[in-house]
C-alpha cells in the first residue's frame, strides 16, 4: 500500500525548511527581486545552518545537493536523499525560488558532482559551491551539439569555448562544464569538469537582466586554453560510444526532480495565497459539491488544485525511484514536463483570477509568474521532456524520433 503521507524521519526537517521560507525567504522576496545582482547576505546564515545540520545528521537537501544514488535497503523501501531533497525544495520555493537559487553550496553544480563523482572527488569537493555550465550560444536543448572542447594536455585538460545562461556562475566556488573531447565523435566525446573560478583562463563575461528568478544570478562565462586538472574529469576519460554520454545524462535524472520540486512549492504558494484573496471576495471552494455546481473561481480553482496534485505526486515518484535505485529517466521528465508547465499555467491562472491584486506588487502573484517560466524550461525544455518521455514509452532512439 501507497502512503503518501511525508516519512516520520523528514518531518521536522520539512517543518524546519518551511519555517525559514516564511520567515527569511518570502519577506526578503521582493527586495531582491527588485535589487537584482545584489547578493543575498541572508543566505549565509541560512547556508551555515544547513551546514551545521547536514554535518549532524539532522537533516540534507536543502537546496540541490545530496542526491546521490543508493541502493534499496533489505525491505526494498528507502526513503533517502533524493526525496528529503524534493521535500525540503518544495518548501523552500514556497518562498522563494530565486533565493533557493542563490543558496551557497546547494547550486545544480553540486547535484551533478553528487550523482557522477568517484568517492575521492566526493571527498575533495566537499563544501563547494558549484554551478553547472552546459547551455551555449548555438546550443541549447540539444545538448549533444556542444562546442566547448577540452584537450587532454599532459596533466590537465585544456578547455576552449563560451557557456550562457549559467545559474549562480557569477557567486560560486567552481563550475561544472560539459566539453567535447572529440566532436567527430558526438555524443560518447562529451565529459563534465569541475573548473574551480580562481583557473586561468576562466572569465565571468557578464550578468543577465532577466524576467524571473531576479535574486539569482546568471552568467556568461569564457573559457580560453583554460587549463584543469585531468583529476577533475567526472566519470570515466574513456569515450564509450555505448556509455559515455548516458553517464553524463545520469546528472539530470537526479537534477530534473528538484526542478519539478522548485515549480510544486512555487505554484503551492500561489493557489493557497489565491485561495484566500478568493475567500475574501466571498468566493468559497466546496470540496462536497461538484466543481460545475460552484462558481466559475472556485470551479477553476478545484482544476488547478488538481493538476497541481499530479505534478506533485510525479515529483515524489522520480525521487523515490533515485533513492532506490531504479531508473528513472522517463519519470523525470515527466516530473519535470508536467510541474514546469502546472507551475506556469497555476501562477499566471492566479494572477487571472485575483485580478488587479494579482497583477500589481501588492502580492507576490505576479513575481511567480514570472518566477515559473524558466522552471518550464531550464533543465530540458517542456518540448524535450515531451521527447523523452516519447522515446522511453516507444522505445525509439534519439536517433529515430526527432
Known amino acids: 500500500m501507497i502512503n503518501l503521507e511525508t516519512p516520520r524521519k523528514f518531518r521536522a526537517f520539512v517543518n524546519q525548511a518551511h519555517q525559514v521560507a516564511a520567515e527569511m525567504l518570502r519577506p526578503n522576496s521582493r527586495r531582491y527581486d527588485l535589487a ?38 533489505d525491505d526494498g523501501v528507502v526513503n533517502g536523499s533524493n526525496l528529503s531533497s524534493v521535500l525540503s525544495i518544495m518548501e523552500m520555493c514556497w518562498g522563494d525560488v530565486g533565493l533557493l537559487l542563490s543558496m551557497p553550496r546547494q547550486g545544480l553544480g553540486n547535484s551533478a558532482i553528487a550523482s557522477v563523482a568517484s568517492d575521492e572527488q566526493l571527498q575533495r569537493f566537499d563544501g563547494l559551491w558549484a554551478a553547472m555550465a552546459i547551455t551555449e550560444p548555438d546550443c541549447g536543448s540539444d545538448s549533444a551539439r556542444i562546442q566547448t572542447t577540452a584537450r587532454l594536455d599532459g596533466d590537465a585538460y585544456v578547455l576552449n569555448g ?109 493557489l493557497e495565497l489565491t485561495r484566500d484573496l478568493l475567500s475574501e471576495a466571498g468566493v468559497e471552494i466546496d470540496y462536497d459539491r461538484p466543481a460545475h455546481q460552484q462558481p466559475a473561481a472556485a470551479a477553476t480553482y478545484l482544476a488547478m488544485e488538481a493538476d497541481w496534485e499530479a505534478a506533485y505526486l510525479l515529483t515524489l515518484q522520480a525521487a523515490w525511484m533515485a533513492d532506490n535505485g531504479h531508473p528513472n529517466s522517463l519519470q523525470a521528465s515527466m516530473a519535470k514536463a508536467k510541474a514546469g508547465r502546472t507551475a506556469n499555467d497555476i501562477t499566471l491562472r492566479c494572477v487571472e483570477l485575483t485580478g488587479p491584486l494579482g497583477y500589481s506588487e501588492h502580492h507576490l502573484l505576479e513575481k511567480w509568474s514570472r518566477d515559473t517560466k524558466i522552471l518550464d524550461i531550464f533543465e530540458g525544455t517542456q518540448q524535450i521532456q515531451q521527447l523523452i518521455v516519447a522515446r522511453r514509452l516507444l522505445g525509439k532512439t534519439s536517433a529515430e524520433l526527432k
Open 162 to 270: 563560451e557557456k550562457i545562461f549559467v545559474t549562480a556562475g557569477g557567486r560560486c566556488d567552481a563550475v561544472v562544464v560539459w566539453a567535447t573531447l572529440d566532436k567527430t565523435l558526438g555524443r560518447a566525446a562529451i565529459k563534465s569538469f569541475v573548473v574551480m573560478k580562481d583557473t586561468p583562463g576562466m572569465t565571468v563575461e557578464r550578468l543577465e537582466h532577466k524576467l524571473g528568478i531576479r535574486a539569482s544570478d546568471t552568467a556568461t562565462l569564457r573559457f580560453e586554453n583554460c587549463r584543469v586538472p585531468r583529476e577533475n574529469l567526472l566519470g570515466s576519460p574513456e569515450v564509450d560510444a555505448e556509455k559515455g554520454f548516458a553517464g553524463v545524462m545520469q546528472t539530470f535524472d537526479n537534477t530534473r526532480p528538484l526542478v519539478a520540486a522548485m515549480a510544486v512549492g512555487c505554484a503551492r504558494a500561489a
Open 36 to 73: 537584482e545582482h545584489e547578493y543575498p547576505v541572508e543566505l549565509d546564515m541560512l547556508a551555515a545552518m544547513v551546514d551545521g545540520l547536514g554535518a549532524s545528521g539532522t537533516g540534507s537537501g536543502a537546496g540541490a545537493s545530496g542526491v546521490r544514488r543508493t541502493a534499496a535497503a
